[in-house]
């Protein structure tokens, strides 16, 4: 089809690359051209006509955990309550209370759960995610997780193993610890890449680093969960084996912002989250400064972040924690695709897959 007459959103590396009055040409689920419409192939097939609105890449949603059992809308009342996420973990309740309820719960009701958050995502622009394991905590459930993501989508999903979300209480923790970075490796064909939660009340910054160093020996790549709460260092400990990103990121220190920047670690912010719990905001003017590039992720979890809707983060991140509208687009579509480790996709140049949106809008802003 040749979509005609658009506010096309290019996404290259030049910035947004707006082209008004542009069109773009899709054969076999790519697509063939881009450029004005008055030069637009002849023959293309079925026109849309766009009529001056918005087009650009499909979104992509960098940090995500999709499928889980339970609920825990009791939390979120506590939490309104002035109950901290620590807190909360302390009488049984956030990450080990969405474990328990996803070990007994069966493929199928899983699989449902996660088709509808998906469903979701998709009527929200999203086209690519990625999609993290990490609430069964054994070797045999977290890889039943990832199973079940591969059988999984639209929208394109590029899971990452985080058998390494939290230590179950059943086993102890050294042991725990070892199995994350051995067996679990062994049986993870269908991940694209390893996360590890490092920071307090989680792994420390040694337990991440043998994980993570495991995982990148065997050809993974690896990204974290990084000064959420408090810094130890993950942002840094990433950059340092090339990693994909960094994620949350209230704190870090422009020593491991710089190290990010030079290894093209993208920084992966995460406003649903960060303005849930009531955390102090990234250090955005100290990122942006050390060139770092910004993605954007829903965080989509039963806990701290129950949404799938990407616009919203845009909002959250432009009006909570001081991105640029600019920003905000390139960190949902060529950065973001970056960050989930789909580097082709979130751009709408020639050859790049057909991941398109047509926006009720005719103003980017």
């Known amino acids: 089809m040749l979509i005609a007459d658009a506010l096309v959103m290019t996404c290259g590396e030049a910035g947004l690359g707006l082209l008004p009055g542009g069109a773009v040409l899709v054969e076999d689920a790519r697509i063939a051209w881009v450029g004005p ?3 637009a ?3 293309a097939g079925p026109r849309v006509e766009a009529e001056g609105r918005l087009l650009t890449p499909g979104l992509v949603d960098a940090h995500a955990h999709p499928i889980f059992g339970g609920e825990r809308a009791a939390e979120f009342a506590q939490r309104a309550q002035g109950c901290s996420y620590q807190e909360i973990a302390a009488r049984g309740g956030g990450i080990l209370s969405t474990v328990r309820a996803t070990r007994e719960a069966s493929d199928e009701m899983l699989l449902a759960g996660a088709r509808a958050r998906l ?3 998709v009527a929200h622009g999203t086209t690519t995610m990625e999609a993290k394991t990490g609430y069964a905590l ?8 990832l199973a079940l993501l ?6 394109t999903l590029r899971p990452s193993l985080l058998g390494a979300h939290a230590v179950p209480p059943e086993i102890p923790r050294a042991d725990y610890v070892a199995a994350c970075a051995g067996p679990m490796l062994d049986g993870a064909a269908g991940a ?6 490092c920071d307090e009340g989680a792994f420390t910054l040694e337990e991440a680093r043998t994980i993570l160093t495991a ?3 065997r050809g993974f790549a690896v990204r974290a969960h990084a000064g959420q709460f408090a810094d130890l260092g993950a942002a840094g400990l990433v950059a340092s084996l090339g990693g994909l990103s960094a994620d949350h990121l209230e704190h870090v220190s422009e020593e491991q912002a710089l190290a990010m920047a030079a290894a093209g670690t993208i920084a992966t912010l995460l406003p649903g989250a960060c303005v849930q719990l009531r955390l102090p905001p990234p250090p955005v003017v100290r990122l942006r400064a050390a060139g770092c590039r910004f ?6 979890n039963p806990g701290s972040s129950m949404s799938e809707s990407l616009p919203l983060q845009m909002w959250l991140a432009t009006t909570h924690l001081g991105l640029t509208v600019e920003e905000a687009w390139l960190a949902v579509t060529r950065d973001a695709a970056r960050a989930a480790g789909r580097p082709e996709a979130g751009r709408l140049l020639a050859g790049a897959p057909a991941d398109l949106v047509l926006w009720d809008a005719t103003d980017y802003r």
């Not at 591969?150 to 929208?155: N, T």
């Not at 694209?192 to 939660?197: G, L, R, W």
């Open 119 to 121: 469903s979701r995502a």
């Open 41 to 43: 192939p002849a023959g």
């Open 37 to 39: 419409t008055a030069d």
């Open 150 to 155: 591969g059988r999984l989508g639209p929208p």
């Open 215 to 217: 995982a990148k020996a």
């Open 295 to 300: 993605a954007l992720g829903t965080d989509l």
């Open 192 to 197: 694209a890449a390893v996360d590890v939660f």
């Open 138 to 145: 054994s070797v045999d459930g977290e890889l039943r997780l």
